[in-house]
């Protein structure tokens, strides 16, 4: 049984919110992936089954490697189509802000929306959400994805018959994304029930997790082998590793954006291993990722140490710095947090 996890009184508001208006534009945050894209697109998708005119609105674009999940070429990307996306945001009745807790996370999109009247509805799985400025706020950090808490929030609205072959495809890709591939966050056995319902709307379970998890140009492959074989580097007394790729080497490999999406997870391979950064230099900034197994908080160091945050096992920052002195700062964390104990 799946159970409604979910306040009934933030479920009635949300069904008479939904009720009272016509036009609804989704947000998810800047540079989405598998969750952002996919709870959004499910969700608009399921929408515009009740009858609404619904459109998704990102910040910006969504990487090449994720172009395979359904409607995302129907996207409103601000970066892209500017006055759309301002009108899409101006004249809906309804706002939705999935998979991000603060107006911080969704750039200029943020500017556009915090004047507006419209009210907001979160719909997230990260830490310390920003309530006050939501109306609705369904906030379960517990959650594995947020792909996750938009079925649960379908199925105690009593609207999972509007979840068709389209929509599981859309909220399957965020499941997998936001969980390594079911290795993290996964704990919850209702979160396998979850996944039973989807399974059962018959979507092509191989092919999607293929391209999700599986599927690099060969640009992105050979970067990944460069980074792994030249530069990552092993903090055995901290199990910690490093990779660093900077703007010459992304220049080198041809880098697209999405390009280098899971090779924060791979060291985690290595036994003594247990969190994995890496860095990677923007045109103005650097960008952190973390992963970690088990207990070890990588939200924590990204909070205190990064500008960033995200989830315990799975979260990132950004820097503006040098690349030097982003390695400098790791090396002062790993001082900071002194020889491991595993356990
Ligand atoms: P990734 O490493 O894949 O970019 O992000 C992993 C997780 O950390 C995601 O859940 C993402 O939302 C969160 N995250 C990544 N970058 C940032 C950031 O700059 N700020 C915050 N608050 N969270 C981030
Ligand atoms: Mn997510």
Redesign the pocket.
Known sequence: MISAIIDENTIERLRVLINGVQRIAITC?K?P?GDALGSSLALCHVLRRLGKQAVVVTPDMAPKSLEFIPGVRELVVLTKHEARARRELTDAQLIFCLDYNSLH?IDRLGEIIAPLATKLVLIDH?LDPDESVFDVAISVPEASSTCELVFRVLMQMGLLRLVDRHAASCLYVGMLTDTGGFAYSCDNPEFYEVLAALMRRRFDRIGLYNKALNTFSENSLRLQGYAINEKMQIFPEHGCALITLDQEELTRFKYCRGDTETL?NKPLAIPEVYWSVFLREDVDRIKV??RSQGDFSVSDI?TRYF?????QN?????LTCTMEEAVALIHQVLDELGIATKD
């Open positions: 945050h540079s992936d996370r990260h924060v990722s973390c990204c500008h960033g945050g995200g989830h799975a979260a990132g920052g950004e």
